[in-house]
């Protein structure tokens, strides 16, 4: 059971550079997320895409870019790195974004921006 | 911005201990609650899920008072595997991004 898969695990990269975590779900959930998650500040959300072929800014969204793929991907795009996205990213899928139901996170994206 | 409030602790308890970590909210039409449990540089994972009163499995007992807005997690007879952060989590019914509130975290050490 696959669930939600994130990759890369680990990735460092320059200032300035550009990136995209890629995240995919085989469980036919509608709705996805992405996070990050520094110490002492919990799980923040970046942006969402509640259905296929939409997409929402959540709490902490610039600097980021998303692209919902299809009903199985959603991908972050980091255009320009910079050392304050240096995080823990995670994914996360539901199968539904307005329903009372839990969210199933991947294994998360460690980024070091140096 | 509606807002999941916990203590970020650390709870230090010895193994076989009771501990009782506690939760509000300020979204009275959230409908749904969850405990997550997230290890050290891992993903959080679903504990339980609270729709009603409460729920109970095995050692875990999660309580629900929509009166006063607060949702409680309880582990007896802890065990050292139980060292962790708990997330409080609830339903962001009503708001417009994403359907779930985080909690910041509990952390919880449970010593030999």
């Known amino acids: 059971n696959a669930g939600v898969t994130q990759t890369p695990k680990f990735q460092v990269l320059k200032t300035g550079q550009s990136m995209t975590l890629q995240c995919a779900q085989d469980?036919?959930?509608?709705?996805m997320y992405w996070y990050r998650q520094d110490p002492g500040m919990g799980l923040r959300l970046i942006y969402y895409?509640?259905?296929?072929?939409?997409?929402d800014k959540g709490e902490v969204p610039n600097g980021y870019n998303v692209s919902r793929l299809n009903k199985r991907e959603f991908s972050l795009r980091l255009e320009s790195a910079a050392p304050s996205q240096t995080s823990v990213y995670f994914c996360?899928?539901?199968?539904?974004?307005?329903?009372?139901?839990?969210?199933?996170f991947g294994d998360g994206t460690r980024l070091s921006i140096l | 911005r509606k807002e999941v409030e916990q203590d970020p602790g650390p709870f230090n308890v010895p193994e076989g201990a009771t501990v009782a970590f506690n939760c509000t909210y300020s979204?009275?039409?959230?409908?749904?609650f969850f405990w997550y449990r997230q290890d050290c540089r891992k993903e959080p994972k679903l504990l339980m899920s609270?729709?009603?009163s409460g729920n109970e499995d095995g050692r875990f007992t999660a309580q629900l008072n929509r009166a006063s807005q607060y949702i409680s997690l309880l582990i007896r007879d802890s065990k050292l595997s139980d060292s962790a952060t708990y997330l409080c989590?609830?339903?962001?019914?009503?708001?417009?991004?994403?359907?779930?509130?985080f909690g910041k975290g509990t952390k919880l050490s449970v010593k030999p």
């Open positions: 996360a899928s539901v199968r539904d974004n307005g329903i009372n139901q839990p969210q199933h």
């Open positions: 469980m036919n959930h509608n709705s």
């Open positions: 895409s509640a259905s296929e072929g939409t997409t």
């Open positions: 979204n009275s039409a959230s409908q749904s």
């Open positions: 609270v729709y009603s």
């Open positions: 989590v609830g339903s962001n019914y009503g708001g417009s991004q994403g359907n779930l509130i």
